[in-house]
């Protein structure tokens, strides 16, 4: 006798006997209780058992058939003799379910289109699923030495075995899912899972080798896990029959998800009634009760391990954040910091005309001048340690070796003729950002030494721009509060903001519009006077220790005029919070305004031709042979002399001027200063190493506040605004709707395997459409962006996670939740939950990692058209190397390497590894009817790989969205600041 292939085959189990030298290959007709040596094989030549002991059945007659099937067997065999092995009580009953007490037995029916087309004929397939030994002295049931958790197989054509498997370790779980077609009653179902799966194919039959195809190589390379769901049959049926299935990981490639589909099962068991009533009672048995909590997939673990490590930072971000603004709050208010003065020497700053290729436009900042300029060298040996400051053709030279000083808490007004380079001068003097060279010194003067408390009270500079930058949805007084909520310490109490507020909008005359929309160029809303007067409050509300206005006077009438120079008077006066030295360029003052300065500062062609009081430039006008006729206005007089200086009297008397320009420069310092501008009273004089560091340096509110009041600002302008959020929502549902019409209930046939894959597809070329519309509006936001972040109001991290924040959960999270969610039910995917929350989930983290693309391109680049021109390009470059449209494994050499950036790909594997999963084709091609499992050409048609969803989720969420925003906090930071 040739001994079998497999371990457990070696000693023959119930139904199968050893016949014409082969091991345990012959069906038998013998029931369960007949012992392996005393079966009779079934004559090879029937098809099948012509009569199964009574009560039996099935290809080898191993099912019980009825209740009282396997007690009428057992008497019949005299095995209900009273003796010393048999207990009198034990009544034998047939379990007619696919759970296994013991052992239960199965017969179906293969049911595989390309399988019985392949091989007619009948076939069926016998299984036995063993959870326990029977124990022949309580019940007489043949036993064989078989193992616990184990299952056997057989496979039969026209009653002729043809391979035959045996599995272990198996165990039990139910599910609720069936096999049987939707309308059969739901029972549910029993599944059973083996590891060790082995076959072995019988050589000769007509599946392996002496048919058409042979079957061989695939069957005896079997392995893995084994899954054998089982519905369960309806009780109260006795004719009822089920399905079940028979999967391994090899058979599954070939076949398709379903594996080995089989129906019309009957399955049946001899066991005692009290091992029935105690399975019933204790859900003891094949383990039916162990495993019926069904386990969480992988994606959603690694979904929420993300969403809890993000949530978890989050909210040590915002703890961290409360704790810090709680400390500021609590900080004691320091009243002891006086105005800030500023004294300048030899400062120059010249612009490059044309672009030099191949050099840098170099800004140099003043701590290349400190070392390179000591306060004490002349201009032009200064000018040699530079760093090529000097002028060449290509520079122009806008503020040339200009020298002064300023006292603290003094009002001064810089005029001069249009180009003169006021705005220049008092940009350079306000730190802020410039685009050309800047050389010579320039040093804060300190009005009091204040007392040490570790934390500054008060912002040390503001600056009114020539132009206004404001939010357009907001109204005045949230403008202005906003303002003071940003500008102003922690630790200054929102009632007293609020007050602050009341009193700059009574100063600047703003009452009538106090509650009014500022408005834009597009939405009309305040009047250019009035913005102009907003822009002066959001300085005012600082309370700065020096104030630097550029032309805050222009487009204003005379009253209002008048009202912001009154203003600019009591900052300069002070209040508790102490006071502030104003520097104001105005055009043309009034006569009364000109007389409110301490000092007047007149520029002429870049140079500074006269500093001191407005008192003293009559007598300044008659030394330079320029009398002021009597009634005249003295601004208008001294602009007409500085214009003079300027253009073609330059031309004609170059020396001459320069010479005055030499003497004039040192001309009137303010009272308490020596001849060289320096304070003679021990002023304090702090060396500002780096001026620009200095003045434009940390906010002075907390991260917490900071993030707070420009959230509520993008929720007042969302909802004042709220067409581009509309837009969004309502244009996904809409197109969610097309698209889920045009992809409606996709088929099984090879046209709906298209439309399913196009579908997909689709739906994240439609994302990364919709994602350009972040490029635009972090363009729109930028200037107003960079106007605050120049003026300290904010950092850029708490702009940008309060601009992130709201972007993304309106115009990308909920459009893309929508869109998806639409299109998944419509189009006809999975109908099962955890995919579908898998599948939104992808969609989102890939709106969103290409929304963040989209921003970092337009942080990086100003040029909207450019930067939407890259973002075509990327979204091109998706499609493309997606996988749907480029064949990721023919792509050669480095183009290979591309997919690894694409998100699409990630993005389209995911999904597709879950909606593609299982999919049987099932179509008509030339006629012929075809079955196809989809996983078989899948892997060739896409590059994808089938269990790459938990890789690519990781890789959407951390690589694309995580990496893309840890980029676009760095472009904010270096590309998102004001240069001039
Ligand atoms: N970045 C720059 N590039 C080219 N030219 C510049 C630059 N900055 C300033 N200028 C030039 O320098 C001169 C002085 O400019 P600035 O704006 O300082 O003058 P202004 O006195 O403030 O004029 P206005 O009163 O008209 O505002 C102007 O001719 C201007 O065109």
Redesign the pocket.
């Known amino acids: 006798m040739s001994v079998s292939a497999l371990s457990m085959y070696q000693s023959c189990p119930p139904g199968l006997t050893s016949a014409n030298g082969t091991a345990c290959n012959a069906a038998t007709c013998n029931s369960t209780f007949v012992a392996p040596d005393a079966r009779v094989p079934k004559p090879t030549s029937d098809r099948q058992c012509s009569s199964c002991d009574a009560g039996f059945g099935g290809v080898n007659c191993n099912v019980c058939q009825s209740a009282g099937s396997c007690q009428a067997r057992k008497s019949s065999l005299g095995l209900n003799t009273p003796n010393a092995l048999f207990g009198q009580n034990e009544t034998l009953v047939c379990h007619k379910q696919p759970s296994a007490v013991h052992t239960t037995y199965i017969d179906c029916n293969v049911n595989q289109l390309t399988v019985n087309g392949v091989y007619p004929g009948e076939m069926r397939m016998t299984l036995s699923k063993t959870y326990k030994p029977d124990s022949f002295s309580e019940t007489g049931l043949a036993s064989w030495p078989q193992e616990s958790n184990t299952a056997l197989s057989q496979v039969w054509l026209n009653g002729v075995e043809q391979f035959y498997c045996q599995a272990a370790g198996c165990s039990a779980k139910n599910s609720s899912s069936t096999l049987s077609p939707q309308g059969d009653p739901v029972l549910g179902s029993s599944l059973w899972t083996c590891t060790s799966l082995q076959c072995y194919c019988i050589p000769g039959t007509a599946m392996c080798g002496a048919g058409s195809l042979d079957l061989s190589p695939v069957i005896n390379k079997l392995n893995g896990t084994l899954t054998m769901p089982c519905d369960y049959v309806d009780p109260n049926n006795a004719t009822a029959t089920s399905h079940c299935a028979f999967r391994g990981e090899l058979l599954n490639n070939f076949l398709g998800e379903g594996g080995l589909p089989l129906d019309n099962c009957q399955f049946g068991s001899c066991i005692t009634q009290s091992d029935l009533d105690e399975f019933y009672a204790t859900g003891a048995g094949d383990g039916d009760a162990q495993g019926s909590g069904s386990s969480l997939s992988k994606a959603v673990i690694a979904g929420l391990v993300i969403l809890g490590v993000a949530v978890a930072a989050l909210l040590a971000l915002l703890l961290f954040g409360f704790w810090q603004q709680r400390k500021a709050r609590r900080l004691p208010k320091c009243a002891g910091q006086g105005p800030v003065g500023l004294q300048w020497e030899h400062l120059n700053y010249t ?1 490059p ?1 044309k672009k030099r290729f191949g050099r840098r436009n170099k800004k140099v900042d003043n701590d290349d001048l400190d070392e390179a300029l000591p306060s004490s060298s002349s201009h032009e040996g200064a000018v040699a340690h530079l760093d090529s400051p000097a002028l060449d053709h290509h520079d ?1 030279s ?1 503020v040339r070796n200009s020298s002064g000083s300023i006292q603290p808490g003094c009002m001064v007004a810089v005029l ?10 008092v940009e350079i003097l306000a730190g802020r950002h410039k ?2 060279r800047i050389s010579g010194t320039i040093r804060s003067i300190e009005a009091s030494l204040a007392p040490e408390t570790g934390h500054p009270s008060r912002r040390t500079i503001d600056f009114i721009d ?1 132009e206004d930058a404001l939010p357009a949805f907001s109204t005045v007084r949230e403008a202005l509060q906003m303002a003071a909520d940003l500008s102003l310490p922690d630790n200054v109490l929102r009632a007293e903001k609020r007050e602050i507020v009341d009193t700059v909008i009574h100063q600047l005359g703003l009452e009538r519009v106090a509650n009014k929309r500022i408005g834009d160029a597009s939405r009309r809303g305040l009047s250019g006077g009035e913005r102009r007067r907003v822009s002066i409050g959001c300085a005012l509300v600082s309370r700065p220790r020096l104030l630097i206005a ?2 805050p006077l222009s487009g204003l009438d005379a009253f209002s005029a008048s009202r912001v120079i009154s203003a600019f008077r009591e900052l300069a006066a002070g209040s508790q919070l102490g006071s502030t030295t104003v520097i104001v ?1 105005v ?1 043309q003052p009034s006569s009364e305004i000109f007389y409110t300065f301490d000092q007047v500062l007149l ?1 002429s062609q ?1 140079s500074v031709i006269y500093h001191g009081p407005p008192a003293d430039s009559l007598a300044w006008c008659e030394r330079q042979g320029e009398q002021c006729p009597r009634g005249h206005n003295v601004a208008d007089h001294l602009l007409k002399i500085a214009s003079h200086t300027d253009g073609s009297s330059c031309n004609s008397g170059g020396e001459k001027l320069h010479e005055k320009r030499s003497n004039l420069s040192t001309v009137g310092s303010p009272s308490g200063e020596g001849s060289n501008g320096l304070p003679a009273e021990n002023p304090a004089i702090a060396a500002g190493p780096a001026w620009e560091k200095t003045v434009g340096g940390s906010s002075m509110s907390t991260f917490m506040t900071q993030l707070t009041v420009l959230s509520r600002r993008n929720f007042i302008t969302a909802r004042r605004d709220p067409a581009g959020a509309l837009a969004h929502i309502l244009g996904s549902a809409i197109i969610g709707l097309i698209v889920g019409g045009c992809f409606y209930q996709v088929s099984l046939t090879i046209a709906g395997f298209q439309n399913r894959v196009g579908s997909m597809y689709f739906l994240f070329i439609l994302l990364s459409f919709s994602a350009l519309s972040a490029a635009t509006a972090l363009t729109k936001s930028r200037s107003l962006m960079m106007r605050e972040r120049a003026n300290s109001l904010y950092g850029p991290t708490a702009w940008l996670v309060s601009y992130v924040a709201y972007d993304a959960l309106l115009l990308r999270v909920i459009p893309a939740l929508l869109l998806s969610t639409i299109m998944y039910w419509m189009v006809g995917m999975q109908s099962r939950a955890d995919y579908f929350f898998e599948f939104i989930l992808i969609a989102i983290l890939f709106h969103l990692a290409m929304a963040l693309y989209n921003m970092l391109l337009a942080a990086l680049i100003e040029d909207l058209s450019i930067s939407i021109l890259f973002a075509g390009v990327f979204i091109l470059f998706n499609i493309g190397f997606g996988g749907f449209l480029l064949n990721l494994n023919d792509l050669r050499g480095v183009f290979r390497w591309l997919q690894w950036v694409c998100p699409m790909k990630y993005a389209l594997e995911a999904v597709a590894s879950h909606e593609l999963e299982g999919l049987q084709l099932i179509d008509q091609v030339g006629g012929v009817s075809i079955s196809a499992s989809v996983s078989v050409f899948s892997g060739n048609l896409f590059a994808f790989k089938p269990d790459a969803f938990y890789r690519d989720l990781l890789v959407l969420a951390l690589g694309f969205v995580v990496g893309f925003f840890a980029l676009l906090v760095g472009a904010v930071g270096w590309r998102m600041r004001e240069r ?1």
Do not use: F, N, Y
């Open positions: 612009v005309l122009l806008v001069g003729p249009s180009g003169a380079g006021k705005t220049s001068l685009i050309g020539q550029d032309e360029t055009h520029m870049w001039r």
